[in-house]
T-cell receptor, first 114, second 112 residues
Framework: DAGVIQSPRHEVTEMGQEVTLRCKPI?????LFWYRQTMMRGLELLIY????????DSGMPEDRFSAKMPNASFSTLKIQPSEPRDSAVYFC????????????FGQGTRLTVV | AQSVTQLGSHVSVSEGALVLLRCNYS??????LFWYVQYPNQGLQLLLK??????LVKGINGFEAEFKKSETSFHLTKPSAHMSDAAEYFC??????????FGDGTTLTVKP
């Protein structure tokens, strides 16, 4: 397996524009997580899915953020409209259900909103 | 509820010196504990994990960690630091609900 694949790796957009980040988890994994990492706030869990169903979205900062998982092999995180304070590295991770298993992270998407 | 505290956001050691990164956790169920490493411009990757059994766990790159239930600790050590160990290290606990809770991370600097 190629691991967790995120696209794009880098995104620069203007304030007010819609941004969509994409993630392909490892085949067979039950869980998918979206994280945001900044210098100020560290690593934050935004939302996670179990078998394509959102379980906990309490970390989503505002209504401008939304995430979907239409099938087991694809998820998106959308920001509309984007703001400069959304600039961060966004990671997708996936794992098996068993709590003794680790999460596998993608390479991240570095988002810059100007 | 579960939580993780990493003591020291920055640790600096000389090459060849002992590396000790501290992690304390709280968990209402038997914990599953993990250490991840993040190199610049990369995602997190697993260093080692404790699930059950032996409390001293060995990981990649010569790192190991010891689970001490009485101290609720899972400190990460390496006998001799190498320049390539410079990175950010995260301790995490995973509960039965599937979610992992990460510490704030410790940046390790290795001086020549």
């Amino acid at each position: 397996d190629a691991g967790v694949i995120q696209s794009p790796r880098h995104e620069v957009t203007e304030m007010g524009q819609e941004v969509t980040l994409r993630c392909k988890p490892i085949s067979g994994h039950d869980y998918l997580f979206w994280y945001r990492q900044t210098m100020m706030r560290g690593l934050e869990l935004l939302i996670y899915f179990n078998n394509n169903v959102p379980i906990d979205d309490s970390g989503m900062p505002e209504d401008r953020f939304s995430a979907k998982m239409p099938n087991a092999s694809f998820s998106t995180l959308k920001i509309q409209p984007s703001e400069p304070r959304d600039s961060a590295v966004y990671f997708c991770a996936s794992s098996f259900r068993a709590p003794n298993t680790e999460a596998f992270f993608g390479q991240g998407t570095r988002l810059t909103v100007v | 509820a579960q939580s993780v505290t990493q003591l020291g956001s920055h640790v600096s050691v000389s090459e060849g010196a002992l590396v000790l990164l501290r992690c304390n956790y709280s968990s209402s169920v038997p914990p599953y504990l993990f250490w991840y490493v993040q190199y610049p411009n990369q995602g997190l990757q697993l260093l080692l994990k404790y699930t059950t059994g032996a409390t001293l766990v060995k990981g990649i790159n010569g790192f190991e960690a010891e689970f001490k239930k009485s101290e609720t600790s899972f400190h990460l050590t390496k006998p001799s630091a190498h320049m390539s160990d410079a990175a950010e290290y995260f301790c995490a606990v995973r509960g039965n609900a599937g979610k992992s809770t990460f510490g704030d991370g410790t940046t390790l600097t290795v001086k020549p």
